[in-house]
Nanobody, 128 residues
Framework: QVQLVESGGGLVQAGGSLRLSCAAS????????MGWFRQAPGKEREFVVG????????YDADSVKGRFTISRDNAKNTVYLQMNSLKPEDTAVYYC?????????????????????WGQGTQVTVSS
């Protein structure tokens, strides 16, 4: 069982930056592939970025390439999402998720049904 708690959301102007954190409970954090998803009002939850168990591989949605960076610290049981050059269309609730099946080299990080555990979400609002 893994519990995930996101933090770091807030209100920022377009062009600004935010860093989200996701703290995980449990002793097996390094055995989970991790992902960040987001959901805007009236839209489906969509993949943003993913990171393998070791942190050696990362996966980005086209909409955030070059702007968002995912990283993890397995010693601290935490995954981070650094968001730069934010746009109003990045406004959403951001969720972190943990997967016991996604490993290094997997092509499935964008598939939300491959994740076992989800956090409660943190709101990110980007004003124009």
């Amino acid at each position: 069982q893994v519990q995930l708690v996101e933090s770091g959301g807030g209100l920022v102007q377009a062009g600004g930056s935010l860093r989200l954190s996701c703290a995980a409970s449990g002793r097996s954090f390094s055995s989970y592939g991790m992902g960040w998803f987001r959901q805007a009002p009236g839209k489906e939850r969509e993949f943003v970025v993913g990171i393998s168990r070791s942190g050696r591989s990362t996966y980005d949605a086209d909409s955030v390439k070059g702007r968002f960076t995912i990283s993890r610290d397995n010693a601290k049981n935490t995954v981070y999402l650094q968001m730069n050059s934010l746009k109003p269309e990045d406004t959403a609730v951001y969720y972190c998720a943990a997967s016991s099946v996604l490993g290094d080299g997997s092509s499935r990080y964008a598939r939300k049904y491959d994740y076992d555990y989800w956090g409660q979400g943190t709101q990110v609002t980007v004003s124009s």
